[in-house]
């Protein structure tokens, strides 16, 4: 079975924007070595038929064939990424420099570059194979595989093309916006799921001191946990293990990671604790929703900067993260403590509930939206959407308590009174009314 600590440094692997050009440039060279044995085949033998479909070429021929497309291949790649590169600089100033993530794990950009270094290898490759008369006795011309590097030749036209029309739709904001929505829905959905009980009896550690497990890393962040290997060390050892962090959380060396009862056990367990955990350089979406709703914020946020000064962009924002947050609402809290077979709380987990993502994401608009009421209004809808999706009495209360703090707040900038008797009124939809 897959751990979340495996799917995690697997997915670090996926996304890394070297990785699928590796596995294209690694394919390109077996193909073109396969091709030069079947080149040398059919040189013992009539191709037949096949024979009158390719293009033959004598060795100066192949060579400044193979050279002209290694080279354009070559270039043009370079041309290309420096594009890439220059839109990675525009979308980290304008956006953030944490959404140049979903530039980096493109998949289509990895292809785009693949497809160029894999045709150029693949060029060097067959390029070494041809030799004239007068290098030795016999010139040899692998037909096949040179009229294959034609063939790539094409796709890279192609590619080209394609990746002009992606790098320029990819800046859009409600592109985007679109990435950011759907990673965001996907860390909701797996860390609110829909139906959703405890394993273990009542959510209380147990007495007397515990045994500390301290992190071992310089400086990483938490992004996943294997509650699973968790719940078999802590049953395997008769003990309980309470996580100090959740996803998300930034470790340096020394500080407490899991606190183990009784602390007799905490030596023999640390071992598993500490190679449950998956950490990195940054933090990641998927196990750490409050990370999810800050990167749709931030687009928000940013937009409200007085460089860019775009409050349609940061109302486009409040709509996506919408989406997450009325899941999160809507469903109960994360599961707080896992139980072995026998009903045994055994792990105890630190997650974060609706509260926070709300607190992330009307917080930041009373930091950085007073001064542009149609953000108010739209922070007001959202807020009367959530009110009507929630489904714990905390929950509604939290969103109330944001909409009558984010009304003082703008009402003390001092605005126009239309706007003022505009965001009252959308408040009023929300707030229980007054006798």
């Not at 354009?72 to 420096?82: I, P, R």
């Amino acid at each position: 079975m897959t751990t979340a600590t495996t799917q995690t440094k697997f997915r670090t692997l996926r996304e890394s924007f070297w990785f699928v050009p590796a596995i294209l440039c690694v394919t390109s060279t077996i193909v073109a070595q396969l091709i030069l044995a079947l080149d040398q085949l059919v040189d013992q033998q009539s191709a037949g038929p096949l024979d009158s479909l390719i293009f033959h070429v004598g060795p100066a021929g192949g060579r400044d064939m193979l050279t002209a497309i290694a080279g354009s291949v070559l270039t043009v790649a370079a041309t290309s990424f420096s594009i890439t590169i220059s839109v990675l600089a525009t979308a980290s100033s304008t956006y953030g420099p944490r959404l140049v993530r979903n530039f980096m794990k493109d998949r289509a950009n990895q292809f785009v570059l693949g497809i160029f270094c894999a045709t150029f290898l693949y060029c060097l490759m067959v390029l070494r194979t041809i030799r004239a008369p007068e290098d030795s006795g016999s010139g040899y011309v692998p037909d096949f595989a040179v009229n294959g590097s034609v063939v790539l030749a094409v796709l890279n036209v192609a590619v080209l093309v394609f990746f002009i029309h992606h790098i320029a739709d990819s800046i859009q904001v409600s592109t985007l916006a679109a990435r950011v929505r759907r990673e965001l829905q996907q860390s909701i959905e797996a860390s609110f799921p829909e139906s959703n009980t405890d394993d273990a009896g009542p959510a209380a550690t147990p007495d007397g001191l515990p045994g500390l497990v301290r992190a071992e890393v310089d400086s990483a962040y938490l992004q996943a946990f294997d509650t699973e290997r968790l719940l078999k060390a802590a049953k395997k050892a008769d003990a309980v293990i309470r996580l100090a962090h959740s996803p998300g959380a930034h470790l340096i060396k020394g500080q407490v990671v899991a606190e183990v009862w009784p602390s007799s056990c905490a030596e023999n367990l640390t071992d598993s604790i500490l190679g449950s955990m998956a950490t990195g350089q940054e933090r990641t979406p998927y196990s750490d929703p409050l990370f999810a709703v800050q990167q749709v914020v931030e687009m928000g946020v940013r937009a409200l900067s007085p460089g860019t000064n775009d409050p349609y962009t940061a109302r486009n924002a409040l709509d996506e993260v919408a989406s997450g947050l009325a899941v999160a609402c809507s469903r109960p809290r994360p599961l707080t403590v896992l139980g072995d077979d026998d009903g045994v709380a055994r792990v105890f987990l630190t997650t974060p509930s609706a509260l926070d993502l709300l607190d992330e994401t009307f917080d930041a608009v009373r930091n950085y939206a007073l001064e542009h009421p149609t953000v108010i209004l739209k922070a007001c809808e959202l807020a009367r959407q959530l009110d009507n999706l929630s489904t714990a009495p905390e929950t509604s209360q939290r969103i109330r308590e944001h909409v009558q703090l984010l009304v003082e707040a703008f009402e003390k900038t001092h605005p126009m009174e239309p706007d003022v008797q505009a965001v009252r009124r959308a408040a009023e939809t929300v707030l229980p009314a007054t006798p």
